[in-house]
T-cell receptor, first 113, second 111 residues
């Protein structure tokens, strides 16, 4: 059974056209993360939510926003996608008690045309 | 969190043990060693973690040196499905929740 679900798996958007990626979880975990992974690179954390507490990484561009309306769902909004934002976007969850592993979804591959 | 150093790539014959090294010479006393892997076009998958004792689970074994400056992930009987990028990550327990991925080791299992 899928525990971290990302929709869609593939997303094509136009340069400058806002796009939203979604993530849901069935694990009831406190923490949800968004990572960006560009081709042949390691995943890089954009931000995370600990419950409703939003934590942004210092080098995450303002173009990237996130929403977490409830425990199960988290959204990544890219306000004005550029060609450099084409990447795999990975959602992950964890219990949030310090030593717990993160569970990753399959990712959404974003193409910007 | 401490930085890690891993070989860029390794090959291993199918059925043999795959031993993946990781150096973390600046590790602090309260930092754990985590291993994740990422199979092509999938999200990363947690494998194992440890503090100072050796650990084993259904996927792998983790051997941490006594001085904790290096560790080895062991896949006892590698299969073709173990072909992936393996990431060694050091992070503080109870600290911020993020994982900082390094470049990892690309492990290829040879039939």
């Amino acid at each position: 059974d899928a525990m971290v679900i990302q929709n869609p798996r593939y997303q094509v958007t136009q340069f400058g056209k806002p796009v939203t990626l979604s993530c849901s979880q069935t694990l009831n975990h406190n923490v949800m993360y968004w990572y960006q992974q560009k081709s042949s690179q390691a995943p890089k954390l954009l931000f995370h939510y600990y419950d409703k507490d939003f934590n942004n990484e210092a080098d995450t561009p303002d173009n990237f926003q996130s929403r977490r309306p409830n425990t199960s769902f988290c959204f990544l909004d890219i306000r004005s996608p550029g060609l450099g934002d084409a990447a795999m976007y990975l959602c992950a969850t964890s219990r949030g008690t310090g030593r717990n592993e993160q569970y990753f979804g399959p990712g959404t591959r974003l193409t910007v045309t | 969190d401490a930085k890690t150093t891993q070989p860029t790539s390794m090959d291993c014959a199918e059925g043999r043990a795959a031993n993946l090294p990781c150096n973390h010479s600046t590790i602090s006393g309260n930092e754990y060693v985590y291993w994740y892997r990422q199979i092509h076009s999938q999200g990363p998958q947690y494998i194992i973690h440890g503090l100072k004792n050796n650990e084993t689970n259904e996927m792998a074994s983790l051997i941490i040196t006594e001085d904790r400056k290096s560790s080895t992930l062991i896949l006892p009987h590698a299969t073709l499905r173990d072909t992936a990028v393996y990431y060694c990550i050091v992070r503080v327990a109870g600290g911020n929740e993020k994982l900082t991925f390094g470049t990892g080791t690309r492990l290829t299992i040879i039939p």
